[in-house]
Structure formats: C-alpha cells, structure tokens
C-alpha cells in the first residue's frame, strides 16, 4: 500500500483566548507586531504587511476591539479582539505545514491568556494531487 505524507491541502487553526490582558488587546502596535512575528515564527511568507483596523461595537454581544490580518502566501493569519470581554479570536490557516503547538503558545503568551481553547481541522481533504488543466 502506498503512504500519502500528507494528503490534505493544509491545516486551519481556530483559536480563543479568554482572560486576556485589556492593555494588550487594545493595542495597535502589539496586534501588528503579532501578526508580523508569528508569519516569521511559522516560516510563512508574507504577501502584505499585517493590516489592522479598529472595528466598533455593534450590539450588546459585540464591543468592538481591533482586527487585524496579514495574507500570507501560504493563505492568511488573521486576529481579533474584544477589549471589554478580555476575548480573542484567531485564525491560522495555511496550505504548508506549520507548528499548530507553537502558534498556540505564542498568541497564548503574546495576550496573557491563561484559558486558551482550539480546533485544528484538516482542509481540503480531496485536494488533487496533480493539475486538472
């Protein structure tokens, strides 16, 4: 039988952060400079700068706080905020393997979370394995 390494086209990660540091959440700078540290931390290739806009509340469920996004040539790592939730959420999402552990634990660290949850699904299980055209 012959062994496919890695089938799939690649790895979505989709993190919370809860009891998260307000100061750090609210923070131009450090939402930037996390987008643009963890791209070099994964080895990923950056097509823009990291892009972060301040986005307000909406409604009772929705402060506002800060999303930010970085495309990436192996696809996106993107943040968001909710300042007065001490709330994150992050995606990493990439077509290249990369250390799921390590991404973690930086954006864990990065925001002073102590209850961090996570999924990790597999994309694009049919991806073929040759060009159709």
Not at 41 to 61: C, D, F, I, Q, W
Not at 72 to 101: G, N
Request: net charge positive; aromatic share 12%.
């Amino acid at each position: 039988m012959k062994k496919v390494e890695n089938p799939a086209f690649g790895l979505h990660l989709m993190l919370e952060a809860y009891n998260c540091d307000p100061k750090r959440l609210n923070n131009f700078k450090v939402i930037y400079k996390a987008l643009s540290r963890l791209t070099k931390l994964l080895k990923m290739h950056s097509l823009t700068k990291p892009y972060v806009v301040l986005a307000e509340g909406n409604n009772k469920r929705d402060p506002g706080g800060w999303s930010g996004f970085i495309i990436i040539q192996e696809s996106h790592i993107s943040i968001h905020t909710f300042v007065k939730r001490h709330f994150l959420t992050a995606d990493v999402y990439s077509c290249k393997e990369f250390d799921t552990k390590l991404a973690i634990n930086y954006l864990k660290k990065k925001f002073k979370s102590k209850d961090i949850e996570f999924q990790i699904a597999v994309r694009g299980k049919k991806y073929p394995e040759k060009n159709l055209s």
